[in-house]
């Protein structure tokens, strides 16, 4: 019995911190499209909170204590993926540009300014220039590791902030007046601005709302790998796979953290294929493995698109002369 808590501990443990990544994010795209704003700019939100949280780390990991390390990584994410949002705001609420073009722009754009700042550090201090970012001393901050038998479990604290963050999520969205007027702007704005409801400031923010909730995703994944991070990979899609999760949801947060751990299983695998004797046995290509959830996701969106429902007036800029 123990050996196979051992063989599958680690399967649980990748699934847990992946779902938690696809949850925070996919969470953010939902207050965003309650809102009525599509975005589609989650993948370079995720790149630019998982910046502001790396360097947190790396210029205060050996001058602060952990804990106080954590809660201020934890603020730089969720600021710097904010900041990064309002872009979208600007964009799309008070000028009406196209959501989409806009949302691929800022995914374009995140990567690559992520990257050139991370070069620009370590050329300053190293002089050789590379978009690595270390931070092996901050992330023990993050994670507290256990054995179970003779295998090493690592539970990331992150898994903790992003069940607090679905609880606020919910209670937000369907127990305050804020969360209802919101999700009135992104069903039938012109009715919520008839009874007094200022759309553009419920846009603005579910936009901010999901930059913060895209920022911490963002450090929550980097805290998934290894102790540095190249910002040059990107996510490798995360976020789009977090808009999956999100339609797969029904843009409702109990049904989001379900289908969350559904894509984080399918992910997971590719990250413990080796290590269990089933998988190994299938004699499966790797790669495989690391396509397996946007496969998955592109069958599950193929049988269940039909019974989306989506904010009816998502995508649609706000025009106060419309009725």
């Known amino acids: 019995m123990l050996a196979i808590i051992e063989e599958y501990s680690l399967l649980v443990q990748y699934t847990l911190i992946f779902a938690s990544v696809l949850m925070l994010v996919a969470l953010g795209g939902c207050f965003s499209e309650h809102s009525g704003v599509i975005n589609l700019g989650l993948e370079g939100i995720m790149v630019m909170g998982a910046l502001g949280g790396a360097l947190c780390m790396y210029f205060l990991q050996d001058k602060v204590p952990s804990f106080p390390m ?9 600021a710097s993926g904010a900041l990064y949002s ?7 609420i008070n000028f009406k540009a196209d959501q989409t073009i806009v ?10 300014v992520a990257a050139v700042v991370v070069q620009a550090i370590k050329l300053a201090e190293t002089g050789s220039p ?12 993050f994670t507290n590791s256990f054995k179970i038998g003779n295998t090493v479990v690592e539970f990331n604290w ?22 209802l007027r919101l999700m009135a702007c992104g069903e039938h704005p012109q009715a919520a601005a008839s009874v007094g409801v ?5 846009r603005w923010s579910g936009v901010l709302i999901s930059g913060v909730y895209g920022g911490l995703g963002g450090i929550c994944y980097v805290m998934a790998g290894g102790g540095s991070w190249h910002f040059s990979y990107g996510v490798a899609g995360f976020g789009f796979l977090s808009l999956a999760v999100m339609i797969f949801g029904q843009w409702k947060p109990a049904r989001i953290a379900l289908a969350a751990l559904l894509f984080g299983f399918f992910r997971a695998l590719s990250n413990v294929n080796g290590s269990i004797t089933l998988l190994k046995d299938l004699n499966i290509p790797g790669t495989v493995y690391n396509m397996l959830p946007y496969i998955v996701s592109l069958i599950v969106l193929a049988f269940t698109s039909k019974k989306s429902r989506a904010p009816k007036a998502e995508g649609i800029p706000y025009d106060k002369g419309m009725r």
């Open 70 to 78: 954590l809660i201020l990584t934890v603020i730089a994410a969720a």
């Open 86 to 92: 309002a872009l979208l705001g600007v964009a799309c």
């Open 103 to 112: 949302g691929t722009a800022l995914n374009l754009l995140g990567t690559a």
């Open 130 to 141: 590379s978009d690595e970012l270390l931070y092996r001393t901050g992330r023990a901050a």
């Open 158 to 179: 992150f898994i903790v902030i992003a069940i607090i963050m679905l609880v606020i999520a919910y209670i937000v969205l369907y127990k305050t007046k804020f969360g």
């Open 198 to 202: 200022s759309v553009y400031k419920m």
